[in-house]
């Protein structure tokens, strides 16, 4: 069920920032495999979502 969850999530996120719901849909779907399949996996996919959404944050205050 988390893996259902997180997949949505992930797919979500991605889909908005590229704007195509069926490539966030793929994106989220392999991310998921592969942080649940492995730590390593889960380092990668956590420390790449925390390092976007620090940048992102880090762009809007630039532009304010």
Do not use: W
């Amino acid at each position: 069920m988390l893996k259902t969850i997180a997949g949505a999530v992930i797919g979500e996120v991605i889909g908005r920032k590229s704007g195509n719901g069926l490539l966030g849909a793929g994106l989220g779907i392999v991310a998921t495999r592969l942080a649940t399949r492995s730590i390593p996996g889960l380092l990668l996919v956590g420390g790449a979502f925390a390092a976007k959404s620090m940048y992102d944050k880090r762009k809007e205050r630039q532009r304010s």
